[in-house]
C-alpha cells in the first residue's frame, strides 16, 4: 500500500501562482497529477517517472504548469503559473504499481490522494 497526502492547495487571483505538494509514504516509479472540476471528468495532468524521463504535460497546463520530484523525500511538487479561472479544481496525485512504465492513463494508478482543492477567482 502507498499512502499519498497532498498539499498546497488554496485561493488564488487569475495570474497567481500556487505550488502543490504530494508526499508519499512510498517511492513509486511512475507519478502523476491529475484534477477533475465540478461536473467533468477526471483529467490527466502530468507525470513523472524516477527515471529521469521528461514530463509530458495536456494541453490545459502546457508551458504554466511544472511537475518535479524529490526521491530522497519521496515528495512530488506541481509548480502551477499563470493560473487561470479554468484550472479551479480538486487536484490529486496519484502513484502506479511498478509496471515499468508510465503514462497518463488514469486506470493505471492504483494509490490516490485526498485531493487538494484550487480555486482560480478575482
Known amino acids: 500500500q502507498v499512502q499519498l497526502v497532498e498539499s498546497g492547495g488554496g485561493s488564488v487571483q487569475p495570474g497567481g501562482s500556487l505550488r502543490l505538494s504530494c508526499v508519499a509514504s512510498r517511492s513509486r516509479f511512475c507519478m502523476a497529477w491529475f484534477r477533475q472540476a465540478p461536473g467533468k471528468e477526471r483529467e490527466g495532468i502530468t507525470y513523472?517517472?524516477?527515471?529521469?524521463?521528461?514530463?509530458t504535460y495536456g494541453d490545459s497546463v502546457k508551458g504554466r504548469f511544472t511537475i518535479s520530484r524529490d526521491t530522497a523525500k519521496n515528495t512530488m511538487y506541481l509548480q502551477m503559473n499563470s493560473l487561470k479561472p479554468e484550472d479551479t479544481a480538486m487536484y490529486y496525485c496519484?502513484?502506479?504499481?511498478?509496471?515499468?512504465?508510465?503514462?497518463?492513463?488514469?486506470?493505471?494508478?492504483?494509490?490516490w490522494g485526498q485531493g487538494t482543492q484550487v480555486t482560480v477567482s478575482s
Open positions: 513523472i517517472t524516477t527515471g529521469g524521463s521528461t514530463p
Open positions: 496519484a502513484a502506479a504499481s511498478d509496471r515499468g512504465f508510465c503514462r497518463l492513463v488514469e486506470r493505471d494508478f492504483d494509490y
